[in-house]
């Protein structure tokens, strides 16, 4: 199983707002200090799951990871697929950076989930807002 990586988006507070911003070819490369040292794990199929409002609410499918410039200027680059995968929400703690986030502990796509895995009220209000 791919190895995943977890990341505050900051700036932008709902899944509607990314998935503009994707549409316009905006947010497809992040930017990072540091490159992940399990990163030939993460390119075989990891996501980059986001965290917003301190609940994990979508990812994206990681393309590549490189690294580019030396030492101060040194920066690595996660090139991410075009599409925005909901997940079911998952409550997380602000942190700095990135965090590896392993296959156990990562949210459930919303598209595979069953009704009867959420709470009726929740499994509403997403067939409300056209989320699932």
Known sequence: MPLHMIKLCVGVAKVETLERRVAKNQWLTV?????PKRADEIEDGGSLFWVMK???TCRMPILDISTSGEGKSKMCLIKLA???IRTAPQARRPFQGWRYLEPKDAPRDLST???GELPDDFARQLREMGAW
């Open 113 to 115: 989930m069953e009704a």
């Open 54 to 56: 301190g609940s994990v």
């Open 31 to 35: 930017n990072t200090r540091m490159t």
């Open 82 to 84: 075009g599409e925005v």
